[in-house]
């Protein structure tokens, strides 16, 4: 047998000076993470659902009994689902056909002529042809019927025109339900594209994401907007905001606005990212109303002072990724994982290495900085990111900023999808650098090797497995060569699916509004089933306490 041949790049980027491979692909590590989930699986207990509710599930034309319809779906549409006694149905293997979509726009990826990956990061901005068709159909045919029926989805009767993604849709003042706030609170949450919004007084903007602040600019005139001090700068200085319009409130403070008390909550997101929790007097009783914006939901918020013990009338959820299929990590493993396979990489190498990571505009910021701190770097971005930066008043990352890209080991940047190819291209531009390693850093592609949760997975069970991520579980992607190799980071600043049910069954939640993945039915109706289960949840067996949950 011949002995292995091994190329310089090969000792760089698959073993370290101890001869363990640090590739993340190491058959040991594999191979006790699959015994481990098998041991887990075999431990877990279902709850079982027969085929003929499933049947009922998918059939929306089925009516059930005794069943109030959801709030926020038509009164003739209930897509409800009774969680059933386990020991009373025999489970029946139910296949359904796993069409890869958009979290977001919903567009099937095989009609893409562009990466999936890419195409989902510009779609969570807001960037892509059809977010922005999907945006301006939900503006011109999404209404709400009245401030005393807020959660009923109406559709104007109109005909649909032909809708061009290039072209801005007309002006409106129909705006999705979802965006109107409730209780006659004269309030709209990231409604800016529809213009002046009959009712609406004051205009709220969770973060700086162009999916939620589109319809901004210097010419905006329909009335004050509401924001964090970090968006607030943003607005300002970036999309050159009239200032007179522009309110910044600082966070966790309350504040009276038109006789509503508001208080911003960090939402976990992008840096000046904030949930908003109105609180007002309705019928002579005090409601709560919590619009979470886009948010990752963690331990903190539900054990913040202004929300914990409190009831919360209407919850307005981020509800991205409110499917089993997308249960990633938790940030911190991920960021961990990320600072510390970058360490391990450059130990091993005999060259200088550059690591690159993809950013939105603003947010992911956080991956760079651990990794630049692991490795005593500098962090490289281009000027138009520079002035975002400066917004943000991280004085941490101010100072690990550097205009000259030779002095740093980090780049940051704003690129659609990392992969061998393009960081190659990138490494000829910067040639003061001999190797280059890129993460790609999104949440929503992660396979974990356990289970995943189904239709079908106990709620105990879900909450007893968060998911687990370190460095070895940094997989490479194909294309690597003796100078590249790019490794995919699951990293989201949206909820996961595991976040999404501890923070719905952590709180004392009387109505759940979805904020997005609304667009059809039968993506109403799967979100159903899980608020559904929440809710049955709560009310049997009431809420569970985060210190007794390794969330």
């Not at 041991?39 to 709850?47: F, M, N």
């Not at 061009?164 to 409730?182: E, Q, V």
């Not at 995919?488 to 699916?497: K, L, R």
């Amino acid at each position: 047998m011949s002995k292995r041949k091994t190329s310089t790049i090969l000792d760089f980027f698959q073993k370290n000076n101890t001869g363990r491979n640090i590739w993340g692909n190491e058959a040991a590590a594999i191979e006790a993470s699959q015994k481990e989930a098998k041991t887990k699986a075999t431990s877990l207990q279902v709850e079982e659902i027969t085929p003929e509710a499933l049947e009922r599930f998918n059939d929306p034309s089925t009516k059930l009994e005794n069943v109030e319809p959801p709030q926020w779906a038509p009164q003739n549409e209930t897509g409800f689902l009774e969680p059933l006694k386990s020991s009373s149905y025999k489970i029946e293997k139910i296949s359904m056909p796993e069409v890869m979509l958009c979290p977001v726009c919903q567009i099937d990826f095989s009609a893409l002529s562009v990466d999936a990956n890419e195409h989902v990061n510009a779609c969570l901005d807001g960037r892509t042809p059809e977010t922005f068709a999907k945006n301006a159909k939900k503006k011109l045919f999404l209404s709400s019927k009245s401030s005393q029926d807020a959660d009923t989805i109406v559709v104007d009767p109109r005909t649909t025109p032909t809708l061009d993604a290039n072209k801005p849709a007309k002006k409106s003042n129909l705006a999705p339900f979802y965006k109107i706030m409730p209780y006659n609170m004269p309030f709209a949450v990231d409604a800016f594209s529809f213009g002046a919004i009959d009712g609406v007084e004051a205009y709220f903007l969770s973060h700086f994401h162009a999916d939620h602040y589109g319809g901004l600019s210097s010419k905006w005139e329909h009335g004050p907007i509401y924001c964090s001090e970090v968006t607030g700068n943003l607005l300002i200085n970036v999309l050159h905001v009239n200032e007179k319009y522009v309110h910044k409130l600082s966070l966790n403070e309350p504040h009276n606005i038109m006789g509503v008390t508001v208080c911003l909550i960090n939402a976990n997101h992008c840096p000046g990212s904030a949930m908003f929790l109105f609180e007002t007097l309705h019928e002579n009783k005090t409601k709560r109303v919590l619009h979470c914006g886009d948010f990752r939901a963690s331990r903190a918020h539900v054990t913040h002072p202004a929300l914990k013990d409190k009831t919360i009338h209407k919850l307005y959820l981020d509800t991205t990724y409110l499917n089993p299929k997308y249960t990633f990590p938790a940030q911190k493993d991920v960021v961990d994982a990320c600072a510390r396979k970058a360490l391990d990489v450059r130990n091993a190498a005999n060259s200088k290495l550059l690591i690159v990571v993809s950013t939105y505009s603003i947010g992911k910021e956080k991956v760079a900085i651990a990794i630049a701190k692991a490795l005593s770097s500098k962090i490289f971005v281009v000027p138009r990111k520079r002035l975002i930066i400066e917004q943000l008043g991280d004085q941490e990352l101010l100072d690990l900023l550097t205009d000259d890209p030779s002095q740093a080991s980090v780049h940051m940047v704003t690129m659609g999808g990392i992969q061998p190819g393009s960081l190659l291209e990138y490494l000829e531009q910067h040639n003061s650098f001999e190797r280059v390693i890129g993460y790609r850093v999104t949440g929503w592609t992660f396979q974990p090797l356990e289970k995943r949760a189904d239709l079908s997975s106990n709620l105990e069970s879900i909450i007893s497995r968060p998911p687990q991520f370190v460095s070895h579980d940094l997989r490479a992607m194909r294309g690597a060569n003796d100078k590249v190799a790019a490794f995919v980071a699951p990293y989201s600043e949206h909820s996961s699916f595991y976040d999404l049910t501890m923070f719905c069954l952590s709180m004392n939640i009387l109505s759940t509004i979805p904020t997005v993945n609304m667009g059809s039915q039968r993506s109403r109706e799967k979100m159903q089933i899980w608020l559904d289960r929440w809710a049955w949840r709560r009310k049997k067996q009431g809420l569970i306490s985060v210190d007794d949950t390794n969330w």
